[in-house]
């Protein structure tokens, strides 16, 4: 695809919905959004900057295979279930740690940046499957 528009367009989306991204990833584990919604606002900033640079652009600005991405997430989701054994609870009961200022930080963090991570390497991996692809028609 070749648009001036949407070259210059993806270039400006990109930072600015991996921002929002990382937001709702934040917000999630207290209120709605999370990992699932935040990973999928950060592959469409992904996809916006790849479509009319192609499959190559893609990769370079991920950094990091797309399946390696899913694959760390996928593993991060599953650590974030062991501490509440070592707690002898129900695997994945999430939990906490509270500071006297009432900072709290939990394992549902864990849980939700590798939904984000996961939901980010699958579908810019399915993106980069179409754009390899478009390159040989």
């Excluded at 991405?69 to 999430?94: C, D, E, K, M, N």
């Excluded at 864990?110 to 390899?132: E, H, K, P, R």
Aim: hydrophobic letters at 55%.
């Amino acid at each position: 695809m070749n648009s001036p528009i949407l070259t210059v367009a993806g270039r400006m989306l990109l930072p600015l919905a991996l921002l929002f991204s990382l937001y709702l990833l934040w917000r999630g584990h207290n209120e709605p959004g999370g990992g699932f919604v935040g990973g999928l606002v950060a592959a469409a900033g992904f996809t916006v900057h790849a479509l009319p640079r192609g499959r190559a652009a893609l990769l370079k600005a991920l950094r990091w295979p797309p399946a390696s991405i899913a694959g760390v997430g996928l593993l991060l989701a599953l650590a974030s279930g062991l501490p509440a054994l070592f707690a002898q609870a129900p695997f994945l009961t999430h939990q906490w740690r509270f500071w006297d200022n009432g900072f709290a930080l939990g394992t549902t963090l864990v849980f939700d940046i590798g939904v984000y991570l996961a939901v980010l390497g699958a579908v810019c991996a399915f993106v980069g499957y179409y754009l390899g692809e478009e390159a040989e028609h």
